[in-house]
């Protein structure tokens, strides 16, 4: 006997609970009808969407909840739906699992082990289960786990216990570098430990600063991989089982396609794309408008965003002033004719002239600083958001990750918009990011890459001016932020001088204030600004103690 299981990674809308029901229903009718499925599983709590927060404390969750079980029960049948949902039970909130079958909710499994670190919250909202989740189906006794449970040996060794002959996991398991491969390593290590098959299935789409790949896939109980649906696309992808009634270990899957694997610039790309994608689509902006420089930045992002919505729906504004070079005004005309997107150009020094002389008798007696710098930023951020406000299109800001974490940006200049795509990357991953992008269609001016950074605030500034390189800055800051070393752990690898570690290390902690202002944007790395990294900002912690 073949037992056909079609994992469902799909993008859900987080709080959508009638539309995310919907889509189970036409998921589950589809996988029964054009994949002839005996199974579909869907990801951990799809029917609120991922992750749901504290939309979980709204006290109208559970009658919602109630009512898309018992919609889902009354119109689906011949396939068996394993989904995720948050469920109420003796007065207690659990993270569960259900299985529908023909009007019936046979199982309910709540997930045991609660994820409370980096981006996760799970201890804020539910309760631990405790009991393994068997069900027959087609007479293979099937084991059910959430996400964080996959993790631990103990939920699926007491499910192999309790009978078990086949692993169903749902997860909601957010991208970052590394964690394919992690996960790849996670299911060997748990297959070969209960010698059964495991079915991996993904959460797919992005909420706010998170990214989900998809990526499901499934093992064999020696722990290799038989089947693998691509990353970053949303549909049903089938494993089959094959059954053998006469054998001890009966459960054995069958080899299918396996997607190829994506360059760590693929998959950060891609994650970039998707996450600016459905934020703007979830959240119903128009378009989007950009702030165009000729640097190296803003022509990642502008690409990004044609990637993400099409050039139709994006504006960039170059807002040249006294310091911007004939070349960033060339390269930037360029790309924004390379990718087919309106494209204005908008002189601020008029603007920056008449702030200039409004202050003036503020700025009497002192000289010229930094203020000066920023108050062109400011301009710049002044005319974005009112373009934004008129048009409808939302700003999308283009610092980088090695920027924010030394506070290189203007508040309320530079950093003003609603989202960042590069909010996570360094900027040695910028480079690499748009030769990249350069492979898939030229879009991208080489002198973009190839010249040195600089925000043209003032004459002939480069980054470098009061910034280390950035091959040298993005190692400390890597070392620092996603290792959390200490300044003398650093200074032990021997790579770099007491000095600048010293002083890239203060400008990290001084500038955590300008990083709350921030706008939201993609998480890349396993330690982003964001939900992950959460520092006082008043407080008394001395780098050298």
């Not at 965003?305 to 139709?312: F, L, Q, S, T």
């Amino acid at each position: 006997m073949t037992l056909r299981i079609a994992m469902a990674q799909l993008d859900m809308l987080v709080g959508d609970i009638t539309r995310n029901t919907q889509s189970v229903i036409d998921a589950a009718n589809k996988a029964r009808d054009d994949e002839q499925a005996d199974v579909v599983v869907f990801p951990e709590l799809t029917l609120t969407g991922y992750p749901p927060e504290d939309l979980l404390l709204r006290s109208s969750l559970d009658p919602r909840i109630e009512s898309a079980l018992a919609k889902m029960m009354a119109e689906i049948r011949d396939i068996y739906v394993i989904v995720g949902y948050p469920r109420r039970i003796d007065g207690e909130l659990f993270n569960c699992a259900g299985v529908i079958y023909q009007g019936e909710l046979l199982l309910e499994y709540a997930k045991q082990k609660l994820p409370n670190f980096l981006v996760f919250d799970d201890k804020r909202y539910f309760r631990e289960g405790q009991e393994a989740g068997i069900v027959n189906i087609k007479g293979v006794r099937v084991g059910l786990s959430i996400c964080e449970d996959i993790w631990h040996p103990e939920p699926i060794a007491q499910a192999k216990a309790a009978g078990a002959e086949l692993i169903l996991n749902l997860n909601a398991s957010p991208y970052h570098t590394e964690k394919m491969g992690e996960r790849e390593a996670l299911l060997h290590q748990r297959a070969t430990e209960v010698s059964l098959p495991i079915v991996y299935v993904n959460y797919m789409g992005a909420q706010d600063e998170l990214v989900y790949e998809g990526g499901s896939f499934a093992v064999n109980a020696k722990g290799v991989k038989i089947r693998q649906a691509p990353w970053f696309e949303s549909g049903l992808y089938c494993v089959d089982m094959m059954v053998d009634q006469s054998q001890a270990n009966k459960v054995e899957p069958v080899a299918g396609l396996i997607a190829p694997a994506l360059s760590l610039e693929a998959s950060v790309y891609q994650a970039m794309v998707l996450g600016l994608r459905d934020y703007i689509t979830k959240n119903r902006f128009k378009g989007i408008v950009l702030g165009l420089s000729g640097g190296i930045d803003s022509a990642l992002s502008l690409a990004v965003a044609v990637d993400a919505i099409g050039a139709d729906r994006v504006q960039a504004v170059m807002m040249p002033y006294t310091y911007t070079s004939s070349i960033s005004l060339h390269d930037a005309e360029e790309e924004a004719n390379l990718l087919g997107v309106k494209y204005s150009v908008l002189p601020i020094e008029s603007m920056v002239s008449a702030f200039t002389d409004v202050l003036a008798p503020e700025f009497e007696g002192y000289g010229k600083d930094t203020t000066e710098e920023n108050l062109q930023a400011r301009t710049r951020g002044v005319a974005l958001m009112a373009i934004s406000n008129k048009k409808g299109l939302m700003v999308l800001t283009t610092g980088n990750k090695s920027e924010m974490a030394v506070g290189y940006a203007t508040l309320y200049g530079d950093m003003v918009g609603g989202y960042s795509v590069l909010k996570d990357v360094f900027k040695t991953l910028v480079f690499k990011l748009c030769r990249y992008r350069n492979t898939l269609g030229y879009v991208i001016p080489e002198r973009v890459i190839t010249r040195p950074p600089s925000a043209e605030l003032a004459p002939d500034q480069k980054d470098e001016d009061s910034l280390p390189s950035y091959d040298i800055l993005d190692e400390i800051l890597r070392l620092y932020i996603e290792e959390d070393q200490s300044a003398e752990a650093i200074l032990a690898t021997g790579q770099f001088d007491r000095d600048t570690v010293y002083r890239v290390l203060r400008l990290v902690d001084v500038n955590e204030y300008k990083r709350r202002q921030a706008p939201t944007g993609v998480r890349i790395t396993a330690r982003g600004f964001g939900r992950d990294r959460r520092y006082p900002i008043t407080n008394g912690w001395h780098i050298g103690e």
